[in-house]
């Protein structure tokens, strides 16, 4: 069955540094997601991304995080100056199309701020 | 915002024994999803519900979507040690569009041998 893949699967930055957290979507997947989940805490919603454009972003996307869709295939999340707070799971999440379709899910990125 | 609760938040019962795990709001949603996810993976999807009154069932798992669309439940029959793990739902608020999650406050089950 086709996944969503991420990478890596953990990563340590120190604080400041910029981080680019990759995913690859389920191929013939065109609406693309990041969630976030801080250690003990629900699931955020951070950003959803339809042709090429942003069509959603939350409270918690601000200036410091952008996405890329840059090929066709890789979808990336990019946190510039990194924050303790950043750290957490970071999810992407791909569906073929809307109207009840299920979001799936990669394993995530584990992102720890030093 | 919309939020949704679930409860308990944490459960421990024997194996053998049947449980429910609630999800509620008092926004309506055009969907629900229940996913369940392990240590160190992401969110499994199990169900997903889109009529107001829907039953779902998936093996010993049943799922139900309330009349008003604001509430769901999971019914776990006979529940094994296999079926402990995180439960999530997660609403739309719409079927048009590139629409978001959310999630609620999940339910950690522990099933006892």
């Known amino acids: 069955e086709p996944e969503v893949t991420q990478t890596p699967s953990h990563q340590v930055t120190q604080m400041g540094q910029e981080v680019i957290l990759r995913c690859v979507p389920i191929?013939?997947?065109?609406?693309f997601y990041w969630y976030r989940q801080i250690l003990g805490q629900k699931v955020e919603f951070l950003v959803s991304?339809?042709?090429?454009?942003?069509?959603?972003k939350s409270e918690i996307f601000d200036d410091q995080f952008s996405v890329e869709r840059p090929d066709g295939s890789n979808f990336t999340l990019k946190i510039r100056s990194t924050k303790l707070e950043d750290s957490a799971m970071y999810f992407c999440?791909?569906?073929?199309?809307?109207?009840?379709?299920?979001?799936?899910f990669g394993d995530g990125t584990r992102l720890s701020i030093l | 915002t919309q939020l949704l609760e679930q409860s308990p938040q944490f459960l421990s019962i024997q194996e053998g024994e049947n449980l429910t795990v609630y999800c509620n709001s008092s926004?309506?949603?055009?969907?629900l999803q229940w996913y369940r996810q392990e240590p160190g993976e992401g969110p499994v999807l199990l169900v997903t519900?889109?009529?107001?009154?829907e039953v779902k069932k998936l093996k010993r798992l049943t799922f139900q979507f309330g009349d008003a669309r604001k509430d769901s439940s999971l019914h776990i029959t006979a529940a094994q040690p296999g079926d402990t793990g995180l439960y999530l739902c997660?609403?739309?608020?719409?079927?048009?569009?590139?629409?978001?999650?959310?999630f609620g406050t999940g339910t950690r089950l522990t099933i006892i041998p």
């Open positions: 999440a791909s569906r073929d199309s809307f109207g009840n379709q299920p979001q799936h």
């Open positions: 191929s013939n997947h065109l609406y």
């Open positions: 991304f339809y042709n090429n454009e942003i069509s959603e």
């Open positions: 926004s309506v949603f055009s969907s």
């Open positions: 519900v889109v009529t107001g009154g």
């Open positions: 997660a609403g739309e608020r719409s079927n048009f569009g590139n629409e978001k999650l959310t």
